[in-house]
């Protein structure tokens, strides 16, 4: 099993920090559905994740799947082959959990941040790569402004913040989805 | 002056093809201007044109830019920054003519599609960075289903399709700005 196929991307909505630093439950964009289902069907994924403990958005989210896996779907087989990798779930707790049963083994958490940290790996993929066979890879998004410490602690590897040019490190969550996952799986 | 500091990202909404392949005018989407912005400013380009014919939607643009350029701006510095990039223009010649007169030349064109062609240019930048050192870089980007063939025949280079695994290429033009943008500028 390629490592681009036991890889999946998960979107976390909480615990997530706002911009004073407080963890909060952030609100599911439309876009980052879609956005994202796309760039993970383009790179090969195994799956995308959608995370959020509210119910109700739980709920929205299925419906756009749905709506795209309906009838609806035949006049954008594209947008239908990309939500169809969408799953929706109240907790990292839940992915582990899936993930674990669909692949008969826990994943490895990767994390991602905008922040510097020690310890943080690079972009080749050899620290993914090199890993069994057979594991599951969850790299880990956050949205609002950034993954909060306790998932961190939670993840196995941190991934290195995706830098450009100087100091300005606020790429949006779809464009840093997209980035990531061609420095992973774009060669 | 570094390659990126006088290349330009031109988003078109028009001429671009809808699905059924007819030259349409799309609507701008708000996340279009501010995620593209975002990533301008991560990978310190020059700046970010709006291209669209209709006026209402470039006044629509310049009000989101002038919203965050005001006291507002003030609670979210990275995003004034990168609104403070883009520039709300008609037309292709438009970009053209900006760019002729704050950099003395006319700019080189440089054309993206999802779509496979011949004679494109890679990903390493050397066509790009061998050019004059003063010359503008436009980098051209269809919304809808894709610059109109009109577009390409007046750019100067075509790049590569930016290709994941396999054969789906319906990456968002969100998504594909932001890995062109690394694939050129971010190592």
């Known amino acids: 099993m390629s490592l681009a196929t036991r ?16 963890v909060v ?35 929205l989210v299925s ?10 779907g035949d006049s954008n087989l594209p947008r239908r082959q990309a939500l169809a990798l969408v799953r ?5 707790e839940a992915v582990i959990e899936r993930l674990a049963a669909d692949h008969g083994r826990s994943p490895l958490l990767v994390a991602t941040a905008a922040r510097a940290a020690e310890g943080t790996v690079g972009w080749e993929g050899e620290d993914m790569a090199g890993l069994e066979q057979d594991r599951p890879v969850v790299l880990l998004f ?3 402004w950034g993954l909060a410490d306790q998932v961190f602690e939670e993840a196995h590897l941190r991934l ?19 980035i990531a996952l061609d420095r992973l799986f774009g060669r």
């Open 25 to 59: 439950t952030t609100a599911v964009t439309n876009l980052d559905v879609h956005d994202i289902a796309r760039s993970a069907r383009t790179y090969g994924l195994g799956g995308y994740f959608v995370v959020t403990p509210v119910e109700l958005q739980r709920d």
């Open 88 to 92: 929706v779930v109240p907790s990292l």
């Open 63 to 72: 419906e756009i799947v749905s709506h795209w896996a309906g009838p609806y």
């Open 160 to 178: 290195a913040p995706i830098r450009g040019r100087g100091e300005y490190n606020h790429l949006s969550v779809r464009a840093a989805v997209a």
């Open 142 to 144: 956050g949205t609002g």
């Open 7 to 22: 890889t999946y991307v998960a979107l976390l909505h909480h615990p997530v920090y706002n911009r004073e630093g407080k």
